[in-house]
């Protein structure tokens, strides 16, 4: 394998050569003789090999690569694999036609103790021992419980799907440690926190904070996936994004538009964790790549979601946005459809890898990578908006803007946009003219 000095920055390696030596080694070879050099360098190029082979749609081969990334930089490449296991994901589920056909997530977090019961004590006991003590009442007294329950605590961050098969109605008072993210899958939820009152459905999610009481009414059909977060844990991530200690307690407003563009890349980013943990076959989950998901997760809702420091947050940004993070952000703007990766940038700009997703990540909630894929889906989503069907095809533009993929392209479009490519362009056509 390729000597390299062990003084030298990540980023001073030759990455060109060590992608070479990587590509023609097998797993057991990599693991025998990774010791034999930096073992962070290695992950940057095992990580940039992931990212090239997931824009070209490779997916297997990607999350091979971005597996072994992982294993020796988890938050640098933790984020990488969690796409891919995303894409994977909604891959199995697309029928065998160019486009994708809607992604259903039927029953989030399946494989994570999963518990349907009928039993209205046993329910609200399992609930209670979860999140926090609350009332449970099923509306109408005629219908019956039919709930199911799958829990995942992580670390600052707990997850939660839960159906409970008839309208109820959920009283949790005053909650203090913990706010919470309620996205509804399928169904209403009406939430009322103090004097304000918020009915979230697709693409509508409620943000509860500490401090009001908080009252919820679920319609039968309501399937909800809900992100509990850490108050301390979240406070002090805003008290470390704005260098100062707060004025009051953090309140976000109770209603969260999803069909936004920041609302919609942080449920993305949420439900790329949630799959992540979900798959069975993982046993072990790098406590390294949970902790960088739930920081990534924790910036993003501050950027996505207005709330009493929004403000603040937004002048403190946008006056430490560190020069090289602006020279990147220029870059991608410029030319989004440019062969970009990480490291690419990183060089670019003058900065080691880590020192720009760490940039990316405090900033602008999302790595390099994410931030570049969100560019590129908005400047594709405009160009079919624009154009005529009988002048353009949608594999066109997604080539042009760096997807070469098409039923990934489909499928993260759809996710983006909430329909198909196709859809798009057929549906915003602009009228043609007849020839003369």
């Known amino acids: ?63 091979h690569w971005y597996s072994l990334a992982a294993e020796h930089d988890p938050c640098g490449a933790g984020i990488g694999l969690a796409e891919v296991e995303c894409a ?33 004590d046993e329910i609200h006991d399992r609930v209670s021992r979860f999140l926090c003590p609350h009332s449970l009442e099923i509306v109408k007294r005629e219908n019956k419980l039919n709930a199911q329950l799958n829990p995942k605590r992580l670390h600052n961050i707990s997850l939660l799907y839960v159906s409970y098969g008839c309208e109820v109605s959920v009283s949790p008072g005053e909650v203090r440690d913990f706010f919470t993210i309620q996205i509804p899958l399928s169904g209403n939820i009406s939430v009322t926190q103090g004097a304000s009152t918020f009915d979230g459905t697709i693409g509508r999610a409620a943000v509860t904070s500490p401090s009001e009481p908080i009252n919820m009414r679920l319609s039968p059909n309501s399937r909800i996936l809900m992100c509990r977060l850490d108050r301390t844990a979240l406070e002090a991530q805003l008290n470390e994004l704005l260098n100062t200690r707060l004025s009051e307690p953090l309140r976000f407003d109770l209603g969260m538009d999803l069909t936004h563009e920041m609302g ?158 196709s859809e798009t362009l057929k549906r915003d056509a602009p009228e043609v003219a007849p020839l003369p």
């Open 88 to 120: 994977l994901e909604q891959q199995a589920q697309t029928a065998e036609t160019t486009e994708a056909c809607p992604v259903r997530v039927e029953s989030p977090l399946r494989h994570c103790e999963p518990l349907r019961s009928s039993d209205v």
């Open 264 to 421: 919609n890349s942080w449920c993305d980013m949420l439900m790329g964790l949630t799959r992540f943990v979900d798959e069975p076959r993982r046993t072990t989950i790098p406590p390294q790549f949970i902790a960088g998901m739930e920081q990534s997760l924790m910036t993003g809702l501050f950027i996505a979601q207005p709330s009493n420091y929004s403000n603040l947050l937004r002048e403190t940004l946008s006056t430490e946005l560190s020069p090289p993070a602006r020279r990147a952000l220029d870059l991608i703007a410029s030319h989004p459809e440019a062969p970009h990766t990480a490291q690419s940038l990183a060089r670019d700009v003058g900065v080691s890898v880590r020192s720009l997703q760490q940039a990316f990540r405090r900033q602008m909630g999302c790595s390099p990578t994410e931030y570049l894929r969100k560019v590129r889906l908005q400047r594709a989503h405009d160009e079919l908006r624009a154009r005529s069907p009988e002048l353009i095809s949608v594999n066109d533009v997604a080539k042009r803007w760096g997807f070469r993929a098409p039923r990934y392209f489909s499928a993260v479009y759809r996710d983006r946009f909430g329909e198909s490519p």
């Open 1 to 63: 394998m390729t000597e390299h000095r062990a003084d030298k920055a990540p980023n001073e390696f030759d990455l060109a050569a060590i992608d070479r030596t990587i590509a023609e080694m097998d797993p057991a070879q990599y693991a025998a003789e990774v010791a034999a050099v930096d073992a962070i360098a290695v992950a940057y190029a095992a990580d940039r090999l992931g990212a090239e082979y997931l824009d070209q749609g490779d997916l297997a081969t990607a999350r």
